[in-house]
């Protein structure tokens, strides 16, 4: 530790947990502090609560240390550029909120404003699966698809910040209808969610299948009870998960015609099914891939847990910090 | 003109002609040549045809400007970073051959290779379509279907080259078997050729259209036919044609969710079908086109003719020279 050394706070928010952590320019963490987002008192308490853990973390910041700023990573459409949160999903109030202005108004520490998505694209860039690479794009599979293109060694947010939507990529003309309300998105396919409410789905429409027993008991399905009952031989489940590592093999394809990354790495709550994701989307992509590419996308799992949200919110400080 | 004025020589090389000029660095053209391939004489004696135009570009050069590369723009995959070209659809007998080095050994005069479509892109970029831009994507509606990404001003060619594939994304799952061996490519339904080739089929098949006529008469159809039929009120030709635009609109829209770029531009022989084509591409993007998209992607047609093939070629030079 010299007396030069700098770090930014990274701050995710999710619907559940406020997680935070002091990070260094290459992705280190020297102290963590996690609390409850309290989702339902509104954006102004959360605000509080992110100033609360921020200041926390300022307190833990080595002697002699500069805080450079916050990165906050938050879910759904916002602006960067703008540091405005749009509309999240499962945050109530949160409507065109400030929020980066108002954090550095309590803190008097400037913010940067990232999605969670772009934020862990950064992470696994920096010091994660992506590690040595200089472009990669990163799909989340958890309540939606989100996506983080890094080229470069930078994010790529696109003209009007709407790049690496790649949940939003049509993979099924006239499909599923997807949350935003377009036809056939990837996300109406290949979140945990969607997978998950595909198998209710058929359950409800009367095909017989063991995660029935799991409906009852639960009240509901979960995308790992559709790749656990896959793994145990369940005919539904196992339709549903090969159709789900389908159209993920179709947005990897097109992401490879498209940006050619060096590589497409997978993250997001899904992944905790491992090979049992990777392993079919990667046979789909033999499946479906040109004869003439000479060289087919690499694919892999993230290797960052839950630390990635915040750690990538506060390498991304350091990346406008040189910008 | 100064004395420090500097031309590139761009040469686009296609099955029929090979169209070159002397082009400045703000695209300007001093000078054009325009040959027959002579393709049917295989790749040795198309090099010596190349390097003959390079030779009369040379001697029109205003005196004491210096010649600062040749461009070279080819169809089909082939290696900007190694000068070699694959496997061209159209030329026989080209088959991995360097002609970058070959070009050079003949000239004297060191050559940078490119992708026709990423000439085209370079081209609208800098002098037409695109200018005053900061990104592009340009997709050409041709006998395939080729694309070019400009972002912050320069191409974007991907890790292993194979990025602005547009043509072989897939758009249709298990859809119509592409050259290329994929099912479902956009290039399987929105290249010109393809449009052409539904029709054919269909009429084949019994359909009745005012095409059956035109192909008695001609022995195929083109997609200017179809268009032109479309707009009689052929219920056929309008179909293929309809379907087609939304294809292109499928592109569009996936596009503007990976790469966002400030504007796509539809270039190539189809583009002759002029606001016929670009009108329901639009109609469909805000059809399919999601209610949370703040902005709809911006479409326009290209502005260059023939000539974009050489000037970009031409222009990617001085990328070259700059980076």
Redesign the interface.
Known sequence: MTDAATYAIGIDVGGTFIKAGLVSPEGEVVAKDESASEAGRGPEHMIVRMADAAGRLRNLAPNGSTIVGIGLGMPG?LSHRDGIVFMPPNLPGWKNVPVAALLRERTGIRVSLENDANCAAVAEFTCGAGRGR??LVLLTLGTGVG?G?V?DGRL???????????G??????QGRR?G????G?LEAYASASSTAARAEEAIKAGRASSLSNVMQAKGRVSSLDVVNAAGTGDMLANEIWTETC?YLA?AC??????????LIVLAGGMCAAGRRLLNPVMDAVRD????????PPTICLAELGNDAGFVGAGLTVFENTRA
Chains 1, 2 share one sequence.
């Open positions: 459409t200089r472009h996506g293109i080229l790529w947010r696109g003209a009007d910040e709407c790049a690496a939507e790649v939003h990529t049509i993979v099924q003309v997807c935003c309300g377009q036809l998105c389908r179709i394809l097109n992401l490879h015609h498209t940006v050619n990354p060096e479906y891939g040109s004869r003439m590419i000479n060289k």
